[in-house]
């Protein structure tokens, strides 16, 4: 965000129609606008803030097919054919960003590195052998090691080589520019409040814009008007990233993640002549759950621990991304749900949205052009069963949401009053028998707002160190003041009025409020 220029897009100010609208403006719905607006189709994005500017603004840029420890499981759950076709998908779109980035002349910072996987527990070694076995049996160019170019030993790795690590980007900034050349349209800080499926579909603004479209592509991330299929089978998680310019003879090379320690992922990027721009993920955990700051310290320490140069660093950053897990491991590309005919979705990317997103406009155009359809256009299909052997995950995934639905209705997690919050932070109290998400700011003045997300009614938390409140059922996110930060939630918090002391009122509240 901070090395490319602002987008200025309009905003949706009069209704239109078009062949197709695609709602969400990140990397899968951009690069479903660039195919459908080559293959000759009306195309129009809308995007509720900025285009890449959300999730994809937000991604440390690792293209790779090698996905943690996915391809054994992968084969034990869905077979060796199905590992083959995920693996053959997400090198194809590795392969086609390269190939974009000749033909529209793109400088999105390519490089060509190896990708790891890597356990430091010698317990652990019998994992990476299977899964570089599954990766390798898959098609991809798959070895099992036991060295690597990270500072600190392993006890083995899976490396793949031929990965991509790119400038996201400046390369859907490109895409963009190629897409509104051919003719499509960007409407940013439009953001869709309703959806009517039918022959032709109805899209509605919350300023009032209404878009007619034949076709509908949802690629909003958390898809923002499902509240029956998809929903049930998506888990949201948030991972923290810190990054620091370190010298660039004693930069790692290659991309590596460990599921060790809480996750831990290093790669470092182009920065200057001389420098690296190491940069290191980890601490997952649910949104709204809490104490960020702490989780940011510990992935600071670590890093200035294992990764040399990097606590001498002048500058340091640190942001964070979301994304959501499926309950079999594989995204959602397709028909949203088995009655819809011209609403299409991409989500479910489990963390690797970039190699996925870049499938997703592929298989998506192939649907709407009614092209020929890629392979593993099946193996995508959000109409696909949830397979015995997942069930205990759908279950796990969904018992979560039901105990914040249910169980935040009897019990507030913060016993104490508004008066016990200290400048800079928030909590969730009761006042006047409502529940509110209450902040308060640097200098002291409190705002309260609704702290049930207009989703669908759990109870969000604070984020501490981003300063925002967070939806832990579905992800949505929230500025202190109500607005909407980060969807499925189409609509802000509601404002609450503070009294002069708001104290915590004793007893349980069932009421919903």
């Given at each position: 965000?901070?090395?490319?220029?602002?987008?200025?897009?309009?905003?949706?100010?009069?209704?239109?129609?078009?062949?197709?609208?695609?709602?969400?403006?990140?990397?899968?719905?951009?690069?479903?606008?660039?195919?459908?607006?080559?293959?000759?189709?009306?195309?129009?994005?809308?995007?509720?803030?900025?285009?890449?500017?959300?999730?994809?603004?937000?991604?440390?840029?690792?293209?790779?097919?090698?996905?943690?420890?996915?391809?054994?499981?992968?084969?034990?759950?869905?077979?060796?054919?199905?590992?083959?076709?995920?693996?053959?998908?997400?090198?194809?779109?590795?392969?086609?960003?390269?190939?974009?980035?000749?033909?529209?002349?793109?400088?999105?910072?390519?490089?060509?590195?190896?990708?790891?996987?890597?356990?430091?527990?010698?317990?652990?070694?019998?994992?990476?052998?299977?899964?570089?076995?599954?990766?390798?049996?898959?098609?991809?160019?798959?070895?099992?090691?036991?060295?690597?170019?990270?500072?600190?030993?392993?006890?083995?790795?899976?490396?793949?080589?031929?990965?991509?690590?790119?400038?996201?980007?400046?390369?859907?900034?490109?895409?963009?520019?190629?897409?509104?050349?051919?003719?499509?349209?960007?409407?940013?800080?439009?953001?869709?409040?309703?959806?009517?499926?039918?022959?032709?579909?109805?899209?509605?603004?919350?300023?009032?814009?209404?878009?007619?479209?034949?076709?509908?592509?949802?690629?909003?991330?958390?898809?923002?008007?499902?509240?029956?299929?998809?929903?049930?089978?998506?888990?949201?998680?948030?991972?923290?990233?810190?990054?620091?310019?370190?010298?660039?003879?004693?930069?790692?090379?290659?991309?590596?993640?460990?599921?060790?320690?809480?996750?831990?992922?290093?790669?470092?990027?182009?920065?200057?002549?001389?420098?690296?721009?190491?940069?290191?993920?980890?601490?997952?955990?649910?949104?709204?759950?809490?104490?960020?700051?702490?989780?940011?310290?510990?992935?600071?320490?670590?890093?200035?621990?294992?990764?040399?140069?990097?606590?001498?660093?002048?500058?340091?950053?640190?942001?964070?991304?979301?994304?959501?897990?499926?309950?079999?491991?594989?995204?959602?590309?397709?028909?949203?749900?088995?009655?819809?005919?011209?609403?299409?979705?991409?989500?479910?990317?489990?963390?690797?949205?970039?190699?996925?997103?870049?499938?997703?406009?592929?298989?998506?155009?192939?649907?709407?052009?009614?092209?020929?359809?890629?392979?593993?256009?099946?193996?995508?299909?959000?109409?696909?069963?949830?397979?015995?052997?997942?069930?205990?995950?759908?279950?796990?995934?969904?018992?979560?949401?039901?105990?914040?639905?249910?169980?935040?209705?009897?019990?507030?997690?913060?016993?104490?009053?508004?008066?016990?919050?200290?400048?800079?932070?928030?909590?969730?109290?009761?006042?006047e028998g409502q529940r509110c998400a209450v902040y308060r700011d640097d200098a002291g003045a409190v705002s309260a707002v609704s702290a049930r997300c207009t989703h669908m009614g759990c109870l969000v938390g604070f984020n501490d160190a981003e300063r925002v409140w967070e939806c832990p059922c579905h992800g949505s996110r929230?500025?202190?003041?109500?607005?909407?930060v980060q969807g499925p939630a189409t609509r802000p918090l509601e404002r609450r009025e503070m009294p002069a002391a708001a104290h915590d009122t004793a007893g349980n509240d069932s009421t919903g409020n």
């Amino acid at each position: 965000m901070a090395t490319t220029p602002p987008t200025g897009h309009p905003s949706l100010e009069a209704d239109l129609t078009v062949d197709t609208a695609i709602v969400g403006g990140g990397i899968a719905g951009l690069c479903t606008a660039w195919e459908l607006a080559r293959a000759g189709r009306e195309v129009v994005v809308v995007e509720a803030d900025r285009i890449a500017s959300g999730v994809t603004g937000h991604t440390t840029g690792k293209l790779t097919a090698l996905h943690g420890l996915g391809y054994a499981r992968l084969r034990k759950a869905h077979g060796a054919e199905s590992a083959a076709l995920h693996a053959r998908a997400q090198q194809e779109a590795l392969d086609h960003v390269a190939a974009l980035c000749s033909e529209l002349g793109i400088d999105a910072e390519l490089e060509r590195v190896p990708a790891f996987t890597y356990v430091r527990d010698d317990r652990r070694v019998d994992e990476i052998r299977a899964e570089a076995e599954a990766a390798r049996e898959a098609g991809l160019s798959a070895s099992f090691v036991t060295e690597t170019d990270l500072p600190y030993p392993v006890a083995a790795a899976v490396r793949v080589d031929g990965q991509l690590q790119f400038h996201p980007r400046k390369f859907l900034l490109g895409l963009a520019d190629a897409f509104t050349a051919l003719g499509g349209r960007i409407f940013e800080r439009t953001r869709i409040t309703t959806l009517h499926e039918g022959a032709r579909c109805r899209l509605t603004t919350e300023r009032g814009a209404t878009v007619h479209a034949k076709d509908v592509v949802v690629a909003t991330h958390f898809p923002a008007f499902d509240h029956t299929t998809l929903i049930a089978r998506l888990t949201p998680r948030r991972e923290l990233v810190i990054a620091a310019p370190v010298p660039a003879d004693g930069a790692p090379q290659g991309m590596y993640i460990t599921p060790e320690e809480g996750t831990r992922s290093v790669r470092t990027a182009p920065y200057g002549s001389q420098r690296r721009l190491l940069i290191v993920t980890g601490e997952s955990f649910v949104p709204g759950s809490g104490d960020v700051v702490e989780r940011l310290g510990r992935l600071d320490s670590w890093a200035c621990e294992h990764l040399p140069g990097f606590a001498d660093a002048e500058t340091r950053y640190h942001w964070s991304a979301q994304d959501n897990d499926s309950t079999d491991h594989l995204p959602y590309v397709g028909h949203v749900h088995p009655g819809t005919q011209h609403v299409y979705v991409a989500t479910g990317f489990g963390g690797w949205g970039m190699s996925n997103g870049v499938m997703a406009g592929r298989l998506l155009a192939a649907h709407l052009t009614g092209g020929p359809r890629p392979a593993w256009t099946e193996l995508y299909d959000p109409r696909r069963l949830v397979p015995l052997r997942e069930m205990p995950g759908f279950l796990k995934a969904q018992t979560s949401v039901v105990e914040h639905f249910v169980g935040d209705r009897l019990h507030v997690p913060h016993d104490g009053s508004a008066d016990d919050i200290r400048p800079g932070s928030g909590a969730v109290v009761r006042v006047e028998g409502q529940r509110c998400a209450v902040y308060r700011d640097d200098a002291g003045a409190v705002s309260a707002v609704s702290a049930r997300c207009t989703h669908m009614g759990c109870l969000v938390g604070f984020n501490d160190a981003e300063r925002v409140w967070e939806c832990p059922c579905h992800g949505s996110r929230f500025a202190t003041d109500g607005s909407v930060v980060q969807g499925p939630a189409t609509r802000p918090l509601e404002r609450r009025e503070m009294p002069a002391a708001a104290h915590d009122t004793a007893g349980n509240d069932s009421t919903g409020n």
